[in-house]
């Protein structure tokens, strides 16, 4: 069965440093997918908040986002106390949708690539939403800084 194919971005413009935890690692002792996906995460959420919002708010006190898909290349292996840098960047925003792109390294090494596709949602009527005018005020705001 082929593969996912990701690309890495032209540029990211927030990055997330961690050190592998010993619950990061999987049966084979390095760090596995649904590991990665809670490191991923972690960046995530630390990039919201670098744009004072978060999964549950993106700035209209109502809506937030949901996850619809994910996907993940690994081009190398990462260990226990091997220090990860998560570079982030947002983009493809559509009316109600958004991705997020992740190059996670270690040193100089390629580890992986990863992808979220997220739907906004709000959380009070608890349907799909549009993405708040906000939050795209804020995203740009944040990539001319």
């Not at 971005?9 to 390095?30: C, G, M, W």
């Not at 106390?81 to 949708?97: A, M």
Request: aromatic share 10%.
């Amino acid at each position: 069965m082929p593969r996912i194919k990701l690309t890495e971005q032209p540029e990211y413009k927030f990055t997330h440093t961690l050190d592998v935890r010993i619950s990061d690692l999987n049966p084979a002792s390095h760090v596995g997918a649904p590991e990665l996906i809670g490191i991923i995460h972690e960046a995530r959420v630390q990039f919201l908040r670098a744009l004072d919002a978060n999964e549950g708010n993106l700035g209209d006190g109502e809506t937030g986002i949901i996850m619809g898909d994910i996907a993940i290349n690994f081009r190398s292996e990462a260990f226990l106390f091997d220090e990860l840098k998560i570079k982030v960047h947002i983009g493809e925003i559509g009316t109600n949708n958004l991705r997020f792109f992740y190059k996670i390294m270690k040193g100089d090494a390629l580890v992986a690539l990863a992808e979220t596709g997220f739907v906004a949602f709000s959380f009070v009527r608890r349907e799909k939403s549009n993405i708040p005018a906000t939050f795209i005020q804020k995203i740009d705001d944040y990539i001319q800084r």
